[in-house]
C-alpha cells in the first residue's frame, strides 16, 4: 500500500511539472515579469521564451510549435485478441493488455492479464516496447470517459515475460522521440483526460463509448517545445519514472511471494512461529 501510494504521489508530481511548463507556462509567465522561474535552475530557465506568440491553440511560447497527435507518432496499430487456445494459425504466445488492465499496470499489478495465441503477422506489428502507449478507444461509459493510457516500461513487460500486446479496444501508439517524448505525449493523454476534453472526441453506442481515433489524431493538438526544453523536461521525468517503475516491480515480486506462500501457510505445510518458539 505504501508503494502504491508513493506510486501516485511520484505520477502526482509528474503530471504537475508538466502543467506547469506546458499547460500553465508558468516559467514563460515568470520570465515575462522579470523573475526567476520558481524550482527552477538557471540554466533550465534560461531555455524558455519570455513572450508568448499567437497559434492555433491561442497564444504560446514563442518559438513553439502546436502541431497535431498523429504527426508526432512514429507508428500507430490497433490490438488483437488472438485466441484462447493455440491452433495451425494462432501458434505464438502473447499477454494481451486490456482497458480495464491500464489501471492496475500502472501500479504493477498485472496478474490478470491474459496469456492469448496469435499469428506471427498479427504479433509482428503490434509487440509493445519499452516507450509505446496502450491508449484505450472504446469501452468506456457514462462515469468513465474512454482514453485512459498506459506507458509501457521495462519494469512491465519483464514481469509479463515474453511478449505483449494490447486488446482490439486499445491501440499501440510509438512517439517520434526525435520530435517528442514518450513521456510528453502520454502527459499530454493524461491531462486531457483530467480535464475531459478527451469527450470531445466520444461517440456513444449500445451504452459504450467508442473514441473517434482519426478524430483524435488530426484534431488534437500538442505543444512541441524547443529541443532544450524537451531534453530539461526528459531529464525530470526519466528519474520520476523509473522510480515508479521500480515500486511497481517490487510489488509484483511482493505478491508473488504471497501467492507462493499463502496457500502453504493455509494448509499448515508451513507454519510460523510461535513468541515462545521464537523467544527459545
Request: proline share 5%; charged share 25%; aromatic share 8%.
Amino acid at each position: 500500500e505504501l508503494n502504491r501510494q508513493m506510486a501516485q504521489t511520484l505520477e502526482s508530481i509528474a503530471r504537475a511539472i508538466f502543467k506547469s511548463w506546458f499547460v500553465d507556462f508558468d516559467p514563460v509567465k515568470a520570465k515575462m515579469e522579470g523573475k526567476q522561474p520558481e524550482g527552477m535552475s538557471e540554466e533550465v530557465a534560461a531555455l524558455f521564451p519570455d513572450k508568448f506568440v499567437e497559434s492555433e491553440l491561442g497564444m504560446i511560447p514563442e518559438g513553439w510549435e502546436a502541431k497535431p497527435f498523429g504527426e508526432l507518432l512514429e507508428h500507430h496499430i490497433g490490438g488483437g485478441w488472438g485466441k484462447e487456445k493455440p491452433d495451425e494459425k494462432h501458434t505464438l504466445p502473447a499477454h494481451v493488455i486490456r482497458g480495464t488492465d491500464i489501471p492496475g499496470a500502472k501500479k504493477g499489478i498485472i496478474d490478470n492479464v491474459p496469456l492469448r495465441y496469435h499469428t506471427a503477422s498479427n504479433l509482428k506489428s503490434r509487440r509493445l516496447h519499452a516507450g509505446d502507449i496502450v491508449f484505450e478507444v472504446s469501452g468506456g461509459s457514462k462515469d468513465q470517459p474512454v482514453g485512459r493510457a498506459l506507458l509501457v516500461n521495462e519494469a512491465i513487460l519483464s514481469a509479463l515475460s515474453g511478449d505483449t500486446i494490447c486488446a482490439s479496444f486499445c491501440k499501440l501508439m510509438r512517439p517520434r522521440n526525435e520530435t517528442v517524448s514518450s513521456f510528453m505525449l502520454y502527459l499530454h493523454i493524461e491531462e486531457i483526460y483530467k480535464n475531459r476534453r478527451i469527450m470531445e472526441y466520444q461517440t456513444q453506442s449500445t451504452g459504450i463509448s467508442n473514441l473517434k481515433f482519426s478524430d483524435f489524431l488530426n484534431r488534437d493538438f500538442v505543444l512541441v517545445p524547443v529541443n532544450g526544453v524537451r531534453k530539461a523536461f526528459d531529464r525530470h521525468m526519466v528519474t520520476l519514472f523509473d522510480q515508479m517503475a521500480g515500486l511497481g516491480k517490487q510489488n509484483w515480486i511482493l505478491r508473488q511471494i504471497r501467492e507462493t506462500l499463502l496457500p502453504q501457510l493455509i494448509s499448515g505445510k508451513i507454519r510460523l512461529n510461535q513468541p515462545e518458539d521464537a523467544a527459545a
